[in-house]
């Protein structure tokens, strides 16, 4: 079997959530102690989660990350402030829970699996994954960023991630990247898939404070799109020819976490982008998505003209890295417990002369 059939066998796998387990879990929620819908979006968060696991309440205890690390040829076109060799110092912070995911990480009590999937440099650390596909893409300002073959074999790596950390008991994933470069990538990802004009949708980022740079990037980005070219209708043309091996991988681990029914965090800009791949492949992966919070890139809003993102927080946050995980991971938990172990009117013997009121005290 090639790779694009493997793929796509995972793909073709992918069903709604489940649909009994949601009528059974909005009917828990409206039954708990308090007015319905009085606790918004954690009560969303608690109906969504037993429509992935079929479950009202779930053993949510073990979390990870997994962050994908590669490096983008175009940095070599000064799209960026950072030096790329900053990718392999970062991906050796990873695993000593020293970079913002890691902090936020040892809160939450979740774990990082990081995975070197395209550095351009190697990394001796163990605790580091090596699945590198190249040594990071090519400048795809003069060409595709890589071949159609490396897209799938770095999708069936995210893929298989997933397999590896539900295989170890982990019943919430999150999805981290790192890579000098990657907020180009993910820009022109993001206008193919949802038609955004450039101009509206490059930011500075890492550290960039000059027009003149600013000023680069955009026409960089412009000829990128003009050299490649990539089909529009074809997920797997736009990311072989203007993504990242980070954006790849992560695709894969959204069909994997659809696939084996896994709760999966959207992180920020670059995860955002990777998400909306697999919904244009597949829009039941939405159904498996948790939305973490809302980024300070300028591209991030055209998402919505394809995929229906409703992020949880607005924290002003644009670091990456998986760091708007643990936050979700906290309001998960959160739903959960309210699942578990909140009363029901019945439960509290609180009077019928106030529950007979309760469709009137709706907010």
């Known amino acids: 079997m090639t790779l694009y059939n493997e793929i796509m066998t995972y793909l073709d796998g992918i069903t709604p959530a489940d649909s009994a387990a949601v009528e059974k879990a909005i009917q828990r929620n409206n039954d708990l102690l308090k007015i319905p819908g009085s606790l918004g979006r954690i009560e969303d968060i608690a109906i969504k989660l037993a429509g992935v696991t079929g479950k009202i ?19 070599a076109k000064g799209v960026s402030s950072a030096p790329q060799s900053v ?5 050796e912070c990873f695993t000593k829970k020293v970079t913002g995911v890691g902090v936020f990480s040892r809160v939450s009590n979740s774990d990082l699996f990081v995975y070197d999937i395209g550095i351009n440099g190697d990394i001796q650390d163990p605790m580091v994954i090596n699945k590198k596909v190249r040594y990071g893409t090519a400048d795809f300002s003069e060409g595709p960023a890589m071949t159609r073959e490396e897209c799938y074999q770095a999708v069936m790596t995210g893929i298989e991630a997933v397999k590896d950390a539900v295989d170890k008991g982990y019943k919430v994933i999150g999805t981290g990247e790192m890579g000098i470069g990657n907020t180009s990538s993910t820009t022109l990802v993001i206008c193919a898939l949802t038609g955004a004009n450039i101009d509206d949708c490059v930011g500075k980022g890492t550290g960039m404070v000059d027009d003149e740079s600013y000023i680069n990037k955009v026409n960089v980005l412009k000829q990128a799109m003009e050299v490649n070219k990539p089909d529009v209708n074809d997920v797997f043309d736009v990311v072989s020819k203007v993504g990242g091996l980070d954006i790849a991988g992560l695709l894969g681990v959204y069909i994997g976490c659809a696939y084996y029914k896994v709760p999966v965090v959207i992180d920020g800009y670059i995860s955002t982008a990777a998400a909306l791949c697999a919904y244009v492949l597949n829009k039941n992966t939405f159904d ?25 927080f607005d924290m002003h946050m644009r670091l990456g890295e998986g760091s708007g995980c643990p936050f979700t991971f ?14 029901t009117f019945a439960q509290s013997s609180i009077s019928s002369e106030y529950t007979d009121k309760l469709d009137d005290l709706q907010f």
């Open 87 to 91: 990718t392999v110092t970062m991906t």
């Open 288 to 312: 498996y998505m948790f939305e973490s919070h809302t980024t300070e890139e300028i591209g991030y809003k055209a998402v919505n003209k394809v995929m229906p993102i409703n992020p949880m």
């Open 330 to 343: 906290f309001a998960m938990d959160a739903a959960n417990s309210m699942m578990e172990h909140m009363y």
């Open 57 to 75: 309440v779930n053993d949510l205890s073990k979390k990870c990350i997994i962050i994908m690390s590669a490096d983008n040829g175009v940095v």
